[in-house]
Every structure is written in C-alpha cells, then in structure tokens.
C-alpha cells in the first residue's frame, strides 16, 4: 500500500479516536504552502453529520493529530480546514524505504483481466494520424494497467474482413488476370505463388478501386462477389486474401514498431466469424433479430435517451453481417478465450454511437456476465493549424509513417551530438522524435481535439517529450559519473526544492490510480513535467559533485537516483525509450 494511504487510513483512526466516523479521508496537496503542505477538509462533511461547528471538530481533531509525531506545523484555518506538514525525518524515511522499489508504493486494486481494443488498422490500407492517437493512448493503458497488477491483453482488432479486400482483390484481377488465384481449376500449391504486389501496390491499389467502385456500378457489383467469395473461403479468393494480410500486416506491425507500439493478439475481424453462428443462435433464441426491409436489425434503444438511438444492423439486406455484427462476435470470441473482467476499446470519439449500440446489444442478450465492464475509451482528433485533421501539405491523407518521418527530421535538426555516425544519430533522433510525438500526444486530456505544432513538440525546453528525456539522461549522466562515490541514502532534505520533491514523489501512486480511473494520461505527463522542472531546479542550484559534505552529496545523490526511477517508469509506460544520450 501506499504512504499516502497508510497515512489516510491513520487519519481515519486519529478521527476516530477524536470521536468521529468518517469513511475516507483525503489528504490533500495545500493550496496555501505557507500554512502547510497538506490539508484536511473532511471538518465540513462531519459538521452536517454531527450537527456541530466545523471549526470545533478540527479543534478536536487537532488535539488527537498533536499525539503523531511525523505531523508538525499543525493549525487551522479559516473555518475548519486543517493544515498539517509530514516532518523532514518522515519524509526522508519513507523516500529511502521507496527508493529501489518504486512501484511497491503504488495502490494496486483487486486484479483483473483486461482486453484492450487498440489500433484499429485496416489490412490493405495505409496507417494514417488518426490512427496515432488509439496507438498511443492504448499501449500506454496496457502499460499503465501491467503495472497496476492486471492481466492484460493487447489486441489489434485489424480490420480484414468485408468489402475492402474483395475491392482489392478485384482490382488486382484487372492488373493480372492470369494469376492462379483467379484460375478456377489450378490444382497447384497457393504458398508457392509469387503475388507481384507489395505493400506500396497494396496501398495504390485500393483508393484506385474504392472510386472506380463509385462510378461503376458493374465493377462494385463484381467486388461483392469476390467479397462473398473470399467470405466463403472460395480456395484461389481466400488464398490470395490470406496472402495481402500478410503483406499488409508487416507492414502495420513494422509502423506500430516504430512507434513502440506493439500487441499480444494480432486478431482480426475475420478471426470473430466463426462466432457468428453461435451469436446469431443466442439473438434469435431471445428473440432479439427484428425482420426489416430484408435486413436483420436489434433494437438497441431506451426509453431514457434523449437523443435518437438507431437498431443496430445485424444483417445487411444482401446478407453479409455487419461492422457491429463482428465486433458482437468478438465480445463472444473473447469471453470464450479470455474470459475477461473488463474490455478496453480505445476507439476514435466519432465512432461513439457504434460503439454504444454494440455495448447495449451485447448486454441485452447477455453475452457477457452483467458484471463484466465493457468500456469505451473514446478520443479526440489530431489537427492542423484550420482545425481538420491533419494533412499533407497538399490536402492528402498523412501517413503514419510520414508523420514519423517528419518529426524525425525536425529533431535530427535539433540534435547538437558531435562525434556520432549517421546511424548512431538517426535512432537517437528516431527515439527523441517518438517521445515528443507520443507526449505531445497525450497531454491533452484524451476526449479533446488538439493542433499538431511540430516545431512546439519537438522543443528542447518547456512541457516536451525532448525536454523530459534530456533531464533524465542528465539524470542518469549525473549518476554515471558519481559512480566511483559509494552514496547510501537520503540522510535529510535541506531545501525547500527538495522537499518539493520529496512531496510529489510520495503523490505518484495518487496519480498512478487516478489515471486508471480516467484512462487518459494527462495527470502522468503533468506530473513527470512537475517532478522534472523540480529536479531540475533543484540541480540547477547544487553542484552535486563538487560538493564536500557528504551527508549532502550522498543524500543529493539518492535523490537524484530516486526521480531517475521514478521517471523511468512513468516514461516506461507512456511508451516512450529513452536513448542513452542526446
Ligand atoms: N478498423 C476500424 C476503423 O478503421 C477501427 C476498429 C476499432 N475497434 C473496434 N473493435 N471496432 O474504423
């Protein structure tokens, strides 16, 4: 458990013991640092219980706090809000007691077992920024929930089923009509088949087929067949499609590691299909699939909505299933191999009503246990400068991989290292750019929009991903030269920087809990800003080397190996490398 609990749970008893009940108390930060560093404001929730003046509880309470001796500076202000400040030894204590095993001072809950839904790629297409922000936010959730003692799984959900690959397919007919894929009787060995097409051609291949579907009804006509073909497993058809997601999936998984971004389950849509029947045995035994122009439709509404709530389509007149239909099969394909306590989707904020309609549809025919959370993670947009996603410079969709490319670019610039090959500098300025996008990233809380800036984000000063990885490689540095002083422990804090320090250290696991509340990593990337502004004030003032006492040197010492670790982590699960210098 955490310091900051046990001592809110003693709080608890020294309220007790002062003769009032209280459920919880919240220590928290002083806004008021003169009076204190933390205050007690649970008076005025006992005032009302108790019938009594809050400022007569605290009196109360204060006599009972005088008792502890880590509590100094103890007093009340105005009406009844306490003010306590922890004593320098106190803090100095518990630091060393966290210092090597940081993540031991966290509030673990009871443990799960989660599934998170992140990613989304589509096979066949390019990864493009609006795919950024699910990569980012979700494998910094599956970090995060590791930590915080949960199973988990990361799972891709590629988009591989319906009628993009048989567009593909179809236009890939055109361009090679002789394929053995195409040839009915070809008796031959599919694996052997060299497909001419690459993950570029792939890319080319479906706007070009996507338009011409557009303008010529015949040809969409044709790539519903090859849809249903591939759908049926039809052998040349499904070979040839199992061999694009091949293609296509190194190439997504070469981007996603790019961006440190990567997965337990590489599942596809299709791999839900054979669920289909099971679940469309359990809607129609319930009675659930409503006949409708053809179609097949769940009535997902309730009589609380204020806004209009659409059936959701089960069946499409032409009798493929639906967008919704595969991620209801996949709820069932997961309970059956997971069977988890709780399902992340971390899925653009714009697909809200999907994701609503699925979640309703799947609790009324039960498909998973009622206690079994299903969550939607819901994001905002990355734009440009007008307010629209982000673009190329002419209007087009921006690539993943050039977006990457450009921020590579604006941090090689920006890297001074001498004495480094081409090489060596490249994966430094890879690792930098990767940190000042993804933080960039995930300042915002996850709901809101923001406008990609990238001279902003990829600046070496101020609340950056370059200037967080410079401090603690500066960190680190400091501590690779200390290494010859064989440094014990915090012996005291002899500034106010450094009980600064100390506080928002004993805050991570406060931190830590509210972001798995939130799912949004605002709180983890204002606090590492905090924690590194404050070391580095502090390390602006101390020549720590150079300095002749030692109870100071070493004590600034441990303090210094102390935030690196607890940076490490919180970089660690923001998904972020840190280079070995820059
Ligand atoms: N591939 C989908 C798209 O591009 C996103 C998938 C999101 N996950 C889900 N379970 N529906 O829109």
Not at 78 to 94: D, R
Request: with cysteine.
């Amino acid at each position: 458990m955490s310091i900051i609990k046990v001592i809110n749970n003693e709080l608890k008893n020294v309220f007790k013991n002062a003769g009032y009940d209280v459920e919880n108390i919240n220590l928290l930060p002083s806004n008021r640092k003169d009076l204190g560093d933390f205050q007690i404001n649970e008076a005025f929730q006992l005032a009302k219980q108790y019938g009594k003046n809050p400022r007569a509880i605290a009196e109360d309470v204060v006599k009972e706090l005088e008792k502890d001796d880590k509590f100094t500076n103890i007093n009340i202000a105005g009406p009844g809000f306490i003010n306590i400040t922890l004593t320098n030894e106190f803090l100095v204590e518990q630091l060393n007691n966290i210092s090597g095993n940081v993540v031991d001072n966290i509030d673990k809950p009871e443990s799960k077992k989660v599934v998170i839904d992140f990613g989304g790629a589509n096979v066949a297409k390019a990864l493009h920024v609006g795919h950024l922000r699910s990569a980012n936010l979700g494998e910094a959730l599956k970090r995060l929930a590791r930590v915080m003692g949960y199973t988990v799984w990361g799972d891709t959900h590629l988009g591989d089923y319906g009628r993009p690959l048989g567009l593909v397919e179809l236009e890939i007919k055109k361009m090679y009509p002789d394929l053995p894929f195409f040839d009915e009787n070809y008796e031959g060995d599919y694996s052997e088949v060299e497909l001419p097409i690459t993950n570029d051609d792939l890319e080319r291949i479906y706007p070009l087929a996507s338009t011409k579907s557009k303008e010529d009804e015949a040809y969409l006509e044709e790539a519903r067949e090859i849809t249903a073909k591939i759908q049926n497993k039809e052998k040349g058809y499904y070979e040839l499609w199992k061999k694009i997601i091949e293609i296509s999936k190194a190439e997504i998984k070469k981007v996603y590691d790019s961006l440190n971004v990567h997965y337990d389950l590489w599942y596809g849509e299709s791999d839900a299909i054979p669920y289909v029947d099971e679940l469309t045995k359990i809607y129609e035994d319930k009675n659930l699939l409503i006949d409708s122009e053809g179609a097949k439709i769940v009535e997902v509404a309730e009589e609380t909505d204020k806004a209009p709530m659409p059936p959701l389509l089960y069946i499409k007149s032409n009798g493929s299933i639906s967008y919704e239909t595969t991620d209801l099969a996949t709820i069932l394909q997961r309970k059956h191999e997971f069977d988890p306590d709780e399902i992340w989707y971390c899925i653009d904020g714009r697909q809200e009503l999907h994701v609503e309609q699925v979640f309703r549809a799947a609790r009324k025919a039960e498909l998973v246990r009622p206690d079994v959370k299903l969550e939607f993670i819901g994001f905002g947009t990355m734009n440009g400068q007008d307010g629209k996603p982000f673009k190329t410079r002419d209007g087009g969709v921006m690539t993943l991989k050039s977006l990457i490319e450009l921020v590579n670019e604006e941090t090689l610039k920006r890297i001074k290292l001498e004495n480094l090959s081409d090489e060596e500098k490249q994966s430094i300025a890879h690792k930098v750019a990767i940190a000042c996008l993804k933080y960039s990233d995930l300042i915002p809380y996850r709901g809101t929009d923001y406008i990609f800036e990238i001279e902003k984000f990829a600046d070496l000063e101020g609340k950056t991903g370059s200037y967080i990885l410079y401090s603690t490689i500066r960190m680190k540095s400091l501590l690779n030269k200390a290494e010859g002083i064989k440094f014990d422990k915090i012996h005291n804090l002899f500034s106010e920087d450094e009980k600064e320090i100390a506080l928002t250290i004993l805050n991570l696991p406060v931190v830590l809990s509210k972001t798995l509340e939130t799912k949004s990593m605002n709180e983890i990337t204002d606090y590492l800003y905090k924690l590194t502004s404050q070391y580095n004030k502090f390390y602006a003032e101390n020549k720590v080397l150079l300095e002749e006492n030692q109870d100071k040197q070493f004590s600034w010492l441990a303090l210094t190996k102390l935030v690196y670790e607890v940076n490490c982590l919180l970089i660690d699960i923001l998904g972020i490398e840190v280079p070995d210098k820059m």
